[in-house]
Structure formats: C-alpha cells, structure tokens
T-cell receptor, first 111, second 118 residues
Framework: SQQGEEDPQALSIQEGENATMNCSYK?????LQWYRQNSGRGLVHLIL?????REKHSGRLRVTLDTSKKSSSLLITASRAADTASYFC???????????FGKGTKLTVNP | GAVVSQHPSRVICKSGTSVKIECRSL??????MFWYRQFPKQSLMLMAT?????????EQGVEKDKFLINHASLTLSTLTVTSAHPEDSSFYIC??????????????FGPGTRLTVL
C-alpha cells in the first residue's frame, strides 16, 4: 500500500486565498516532508516535521502533523500565482532514509 | 545552500542506445544519493539507492542490469539506462543527502532529466 496520499488531487483558488492540502499515511514515521514541484522541474524542499512535532511554520507555510490520525496538512496563506505547482508529501520508509511520495496535489492559483 | 545538479536536462535517443545521466552535489558531500522516476502526472517512484563506494540497492521491480548506477565519489552518481526503449521515456530525478554532523533527513533534489526514447 502507498504511503503519503494527498487530497485533494487538484485545487484551484484565487490569489490571496488560503490553500490547504492534506496527506495521509499508513505506517509509523520518523518525519514527514512537503515538497513543491513546478511543471517539468525538480522538487523543492519546503518543510520537514518530525513525529514529535505537531505544528511548524515557515513564512506563509504552516504544517501540522497528527500521528494518531496518521495525517498531515499543508496550509499556504495569502496564496500567490507563483504558488501554482504540485505539492507532495513524503514519509520516511520504515525509518530509513528512503522517501515514499504521495500522488500529489496540483494547486492552481488564479491571478 | 545545498545544490544538486543533473546533466543533461533533456535527452532524446534512439531505441537500443544507452544514456548516461549524471547527478552532482555541487556544494556538499553526499554519501547517499537516490534515483527516482516520474511518469507524466504521477508521483515519484524510488528506483534505487546509490551509496558511495558500494553497490547500489534497487527497489523491487527495477532491473539492475538495465539501470546501472555508479557512485564514484562523494559528489557524483551516474545512472545509465542501457538499451533504452520507448517505455523508458520518463523524467528521472536524483536526490542527495548531505554528509554532515547531526541529522541528515532532508533530501535535496536535482532539477531532473527528461528522457525521450524514440
């Protein structure tokens, strides 16, 4: 079974609105990471949250982690057109350095 | 910073030929690099883990004789797609973990290589 499944699969909002993406996973983790990928490009690391953390902020990003529900959310506040990209969560595989990626959420921010 | 480069960024080749993709960590040393494959509109799938000075470990279903990995130094790993076929056309992305004191949980990704096999 696949870890790190995001929802929604696609999200379209207006500039200035907030965007929330969710990620669920199935097994125990040491940490969870969020990445952004612009079309046809590599991944940009956004934020890492450890299993003993519940919330983390970085600029306009807010990530929460609920290990009891095996879920995480990524909130982008005051979205901009430049935030248009696909967002992936990734969990460590069995505590190893390997990452398992979810299917991603394609975010479109309309100007 | 932690910059990872890939070369080439884009390659088109004929069926049956071999293609080599390089992954370099530009400003840090990396004992471990990973190779992923991403088909259009899909997520990244881990292909193999590349360790400096030792053989790569491949994920289930990935043919090691087809996807040759060499990690010759702490800053370079190469992936060679041998006897490429159209179904090998994909976006190949590498990542590297920084060799440093403390935690090394963050993987830094290269910009990817778009392979098209005709």
């Amino acid at each position: 079974s696949q870890q790190g499944e995001e929802d929604p699969q696609a999200l379209s909002i207006q500039e200035g609105e907030n965007a929330t993406m969710n990620c669920s996973y199935k097994t125990s983790i040491n940490n969870l990471q969020w990445y952004r990928q612009n079309s046809g490009r590599g991944l940009v690391h956004l934020i890492l949250i450890r299993s003993n953390e519940r919330e983390k902020h970085s600029g306009r990003l807010r990530v929460t982690l609920d290990t009891s529900k095996k879920s995480s959310s990524l909130l982008i506040t005051a979205s901009r057109a430049a935030d248009t990209a696909s967002y992936f969560c990734a969990t460590d595989k069995g505590g190893s350095e390997k990452l398992v990626f979810g299917k991603g959420t394609k975010l479109t921010v309309n100007p | 910073g932690a910059v990872v480069s890939q070369h080439p960024s884009r390659v088109i080749c004929k069926s049956g030929t071999s293609v080599k993709i390089e992954c370099r960590s530009l400003d840090f040393q990396a004992t471990t690099m990973f190779w992923y494959r991403q088909f259009p509109k899909q997520s990244l799938m881990l292909m193999a883990t590349s360790n400096e000075g030792s053989k790569a470990t491949y994920e289930q279903g990935v043919e090691k004789d087809k996807f040759l990995i060499n990690h010759a130094s702490l800053t370079l790993s190469t992936l060679t797609v041998t006897s490429a076929h159209p179904e090998d056309s994909s976006f190949y992305i590498c990542s590297a973990i920084r060799l440093a004191g403390g935690t090394t949980d963050t993987q830094y990704f290269g910009p990817g290589t778009r392979l098209t096999v005709l």
